[in-house]
C-alpha cells in the first residue's frame, strides 16, 4: 500500500506543518502558531521566505528590526497566552542567527515555548566557508547555531529533508508539553531548506493540542495532606505554574476553604487578586512586609508552580522555623522536591482540587488568617505612603508606579517589565486583579526585553492597555520595536524613567560596599556628558511622545493619552537611590573577603551574618 505523498521544499513543508497545528481556548479552534517572525538574510530569504510568501495571507510573516527584540515579543506573546499558543521566529546564519541567543536564554529559563528556525551553513558544504560561517579548525560539523544547544529544551540540524519529519514531531511535543516546555531550535541548513522531497501527506493533517494535565499519585497525595493537616502556621507560594495551568480559580477555592494566605513569586504575581484578604502580595528579596513575616515563621510552605528561585526564597535565608516543610506541588519532578521539598508531582489545577477534596473540612487556624490580615494592614498602610503622589523634582519608581496605577487602573491594564530596579518595586507595590495583569520577565531578568515584550504581549491580548515601564538604561539596550509597534498599529504606551544610568546595579554597588563606579553616567569615564533626547528618539520611530516634568503631569498625560491610536512615549526623570524601604529581604550577593577600601570590611560581617540564616539542603 503506497501512502500518499505531497512534494514540497523543507521550507514549505514547515510552514504548511506549522499551519495544521491547532489548539482549542474556550472551545474554539485557533492555530496554535500565530505566525512568524522573520528578518531574511542570505541563510533564509530563499527557502523560508519563499514557503512564507506562498501563504502569507493564511500565516502572519512580521518583520521586526532586531532579531533579539523579536524573539523577545514572540516570547511575550507565549507568556500572554499562558503557554496556549506561540510563535515561530527565522533568521538567517551568523549574526542573525547569535542575535537569538539571549532571547533563547529568556525563553528556557522562564519554561516559554518559542520555535526557532535560524538559517545555518551548507550541509553539502561545496561553498565552504560561506558567507558569515564560523570555522572550527577541529570540527568541520561546527556552526554558530551550535551556540543554541545550551539554552534550547530540543535542538536538532536539519541536514537531510526527511530528518524535518521526526524533528516536527519532537518540536510540538516540547512546545506543548508542561514539564518539558521552553524553546526549540530547528537550524536549517540553508540548501537542505530549498531541497524537495515527498514528504507524506499525513504530516500536514490538522492536529489539536490539548493540555496535559498530570494526576497526583496516591502515596504522594496522602503524605502531603497528613503534613498539611499537622501544619500550625500553612501558607501557599502561588509560582507562574498556577497561571500557565489556568488554576487561578483552584487557588483562590483552596485558599478560601482553608483559609491559608496566599503569596506570589514574580511569576506567579496575578495568580490571585492581590486585594483579596487572603493575598499576601510578593514574597522574598523584593516581596511585601506581609509575605516576609508569615514566611519567616511558616512551618509548611505550599509551593505551588514555582521553582523558588533565590529572589523568591530570599536566598534561602527567608524561612526560620526549624522545623519547616515544603510540599512542592509542581508538574515537574525537578522543581517538586527542591530544598528537601516533599512532592507532589501533578498539574496545579487538577492538584489543587483534589488537594482540598483529600482535606476535607481542615482548615488552618484562626489565627494563621488573622494574622495575614493585620500583616496586610500594616503592608498596605506602607504601600500607600510609598506610592503617594509627590511634588519632588526627582520623583522615586514607586511615586511613578503610584501615578500609573491611579491614571490607569488595575483592572483593563497589563504592566509589563523586566529589569532594573522596576521589577522590585512593581512586585512591590502593584495590585493587579485579574490573571494575567503583570507581566514581568524576571527569571533571566534581561534588560532590553520591555519594549519588544509590550509589542508581544499586545498581540496576544489586544483588548488590554499594555503599559511598558523601563528605565532609561534598559531603553537604551534595545528600543527598536517600538518602531514595529507603530508600523503594525499595535498600541503600547511606554513610561521611560530616566535616572540617567544603571540605577538598581548602583545601589547594589554601594550596599555591598563599594564605590559609585560605572553604573551612573556621572560616575562614568566620559569627555563628553550624555544629554540623550528621549523624546526626539520616540518621535523618529513613530511614535507619540512627550516628557512629564512632575508626577501630576504624569498622571495627566496618562490620563490623555488613553486614547492614543499608536504607540505613546511618556518620559519623566527620576531619583537614582530612593526605593521603598518597607518589605524586602536580604539577597546573596557575595562582598569581597578582603579590601582596601574600608566599607567593605562592615559589608562583609553584615553578609556573613545574613549567610548564617541559609537553609543548606537543595
Not at 264 to 290: F, M, N, P, R, Y
Not at 446 to 457: F, Q
Not at 460 to 467: E, M, S, Y
Not at 546 to 554: P, Q, T, V
Request: proline share 5%; glycine share 10%.
Amino acid at each position: 500500500m503506497t501512502s500518499k505523498t505531497i512534494r514540497l521544499t523543507v521550507a514549505q513543508a514547515l510552514v504548511r506543518f506549522m499551519m495544521a497545528q491547532k489548539t482549542v481556548i474556550d472551545g474554539e479552534v485557533l492555530p496554535i502558531f500565530a505566525g512568524c517572525w522573520a528578518i531574511f538574510g542570505h541563510g533564509n530569504v530563499a527557502g523560508m521566505g519563499e514557503a512564507l510568501h506562498g501563504v502569507k495571507d493564511e500565516f502572519p510573516t512580521y518583520r521586526a528590526h532586531n532579531e533579539q527584540g523579536m524573539a523577545h515579543a514572540a516570547i511575550a506573546f507565549a507568556k500572554a497566552s499562558f503557554r496556549r499558543r506561540f510563535m515561530a521566529c527565522t533568521t538567517s546564519i551568523g549574526p542573525g542567527a547569535l542575535n537569538l541567543i539571549t532571547a533563547a536564554g529568556v525563553a528556557h529559563v522562564n519554561r516559554l515555548p518559542v520555535l526557532f528556525l535560524p538559517g545555518d551553513v551548507f550541509a553539502n558544504r561545496l561553498p565552504d566557508p560561506v558567507l558569515q560561517q564560523v570555522e572550527d579548525f577541529g570540527d568541520g560539523t561546527v556552526s554558530a547555531s551550535d551556540c543554541f544547544r545550551p539554552v534550547s529544551k530540543y535542538f536538532d540540524r536539519i541536514q537531510r529533508p526527511e530528518q524535518l519529519i521526526p524533528a516536527l514531531g519532537r518540536a510540538m511535543q516540547v512546545l506543548t508539553d508542561p514539564v518539558d516546555c521552553g524553546p526549540v531550535t530547528l537550524s536549517l541548513c540553508q540548501d537542505v531548506q530549498a531541497e524537495a522531497y515527498d514528504f507524506p501527506a499525513a504530516l500536514f493533517a490538522e492536529k489539536v493540542w490539548n493540555t496535559r494535565r498530570p494526576r497526583p499519585d496516591e502515596d504522594e497525595l496522602a503524605h502531603a495532606v497528613s503534613l498539611i493537616r499537622a501544619a500550625k502556621k500553612p501558607m501557599i507560594i502561588a509560582g507562574g505554574g498556577v497561571l500557565y495551568s489556568e488554576a487561578t480559580r483552584e487557588l483562590l477555592s483552596f485558599a478560601e476553604t482553608h483559609g491559608v494566605p496566599v503569596a506570589v513569586t514574580q511569576a506567579g504575581k496575578s495568580a490571585i487578586d492581590e486585594t483579596h484578604d487572603l493575598a499576601l502580595g510578593a514574597v522574598g528579596v523584593t516581596g511585601t512586609s506581609a509575605a516576609n513575616a508569615l514566611a519567616a515563621d511558616a512551618d509548611l510552605v505550599l509551593a505551588v508552580g514555582t521553582r523558588l528561585q533565590d529572589f523568591t526564597t530570599g536566598s534561602w535565608a527567608l524561612f526560620r522555623a526549624e522545623e519547616l516543610a515544603i510540599v512542592g506541588l509542581n508538574v515537574a519532578p525537578y522543581d517538586a522536591v527542591k530544598h528537601g521539598g516533599v512532592p507532589l508531582v501533578a498539574d496545579a489545577k487538577v492538584g489543587l482540587k483534589l488537594l482540598s477534596e483529600a482535606l476535607g473540612d481542615w482548615k488552618a487556624e484562626g489565627a494563621q488568617a488573622q494574622r495575614a490580615h493585620d500583616e496586610r494592614v500594616r503592608w498596605f498602610e506602607a504601600a500607600g505612603k510609598a506610592l503617594a503622589a509627590t511634588n519632588a523634582e526627582l520623583p522615586s519608581d514607586a511615586q511613578v508606579i503610584g501615578a500609573v496605577a491611579r491614571a490607569r487602573g488595575t483592572a483593563d491594564t497589563i504592566v509589563v517589565c523586566a529589569a532594573g530596579g522596576l521589577p522590585g518595586e512593581l512586585e512591590k507595590l502593584w495590585a493587579p486583579t485579574a490573571p494575567g495583569g503583570y507581566h514581568m520577565e524576571y527569571g533571566f531578568s534581561c534588560m532590553g526585553y520591555e519594549i519588544a515584550g509590550g509589542l508581544g504581549t499586545k498581540m496576544a491580548r489586544p483588548d488590554k492597555d499594555v503599559i511598558v515601564m523601563v528605565g532609561d538604561g534598559s531603553y537604551m539596550m534595545l528600543n527598536s520595536e517600538l518602531a514595529t509597534s507603530v508600523m503594525l498599529g499595535q498600541k503600547i504606551t511606554v513610561v521611560l524613567l530616566d535616572n540617567r544610568g544603571y540605577g538598581c546595579i548602583n545601589r547594589l554597588q554601594m550596599e555591598c560596599g563599594g564605590a559609585n563606579f560605572n553604573n551612573l553616567l556621572e560616575d562614568c569615564r566620559q569627555e563628553v556628558v550624555p544629554e540623550i533626547d528621549f523624546v526626539a528618539h520616540a518621535r523618529a520611530m513613530g511614535a507619540v511622545a512627550e516628557k512629564a516634568g512632575s508626577i501630576a503631569e504624569l498622571e495627566a498625560a496618562l490620563e490623555r493619552t488613553r486614547g492614543n491610536d499608536r504607540s505613546t512615549v511618556i518620559l519623566i526623570d527620576t531619583h537614582p537611590l530612593i526605593t521603598t524601604e518597607a518589605g524586602g529581604h536580604w539577597w546573596d550577593v557575595a562582598v569581597p573577603e578582603v579590601s582596601t577600601r574600608a566599607e567593605i570590611g562592615p559589608a562583609r560581617a553584615k553578609y556573613e551574618a545574613n549567610r548564617a540564616f541559609q537553609r543548606a539542603l537543595n
